[in-house]
C-alpha cells in the first residue's frame, strides 16, 4: 500500500478516534481554531445561526474582507480561521463537510473539524458534527 493511502487511513481512524476536549468554561469560537485541523461551524436553525454571529461578534471575528457578519447573510456552515475571520464554504465546502473528513492527502492531510454549534455551546463533550 502506498503511503498516501497509509496516511489517509490513519487521518480517518484518528478522526474516528478522537475526542476534541474544550472545558465547558472555554467555550468560545476562538478556543475552536486553536483545535488541530480546519474548523467548519454547523447551525442547523435560525436560533443557533443568531448564537453563532452574536458570539463572533463578541469575539471580533469578522469576514476576509472586514466586514461584521451582521452586514451578511450567513450560511448554516461556515469556516473559522485562527486570525478571527469567517468564510462561506461554498459548493465544494458543503460537499467536503457532508462527505470528507480531512483536506489534502498524504502527509499533507489536514483534519475537517465539523463543530455541531447547538451541542458546543450547550456544553456536550461530543459536539462534532455527525449526520
Do not use: W
Request: some cysteine; charged content about 30%; proline content about 3%.
Amino acid at each position: 500500500m502506498s503511503e498516501s493511502k497509509n496516511v489517509n487511513k490513519e487521518i480517518k481512524r484518528f478522526m474516528q478516534a478522537k475526542e476534541y476536549r474544550i472545558p465547558r468554561a472555554d467555550r468560545t469560537l476562538t478556543a475552536l481554531t486553536k483545535l488541530n485541523g480546519r474548523v467548519y461551524v454547523y447551525c442547523g436553525d435560525r436560533k443557533t445561526l443568531q448564537q453563532f454571529i452574536e458570539d463572533a461578534e463578541n469575539e471580533y471575528f469578522h469576514y476576509g474582507d472586514g466586514v461584521s457578519l451582521r452586514e451578511r447573510k450567513p450560511d448554516s456552515i461556515m469556516a473559522l480561521h485562527q486570525n478571527k475571520t469567517v468564510n462561506f464554504i461554498g459548493f465544494v465546502g458543503t460537499m467536503a463537510f457532508h462527505q470528507a473528513d480531512h483536506f489534502n492527502s498524504g502527509k499533507d492531510a489536514i483534519p475537517l473539524i465539523k463543530v455541531d454549534y447547538r451541542k458546543y455551546i450547550a456544553g456536550y463533550q461530543d459536539f462534532i458534527y455527525k449526520p
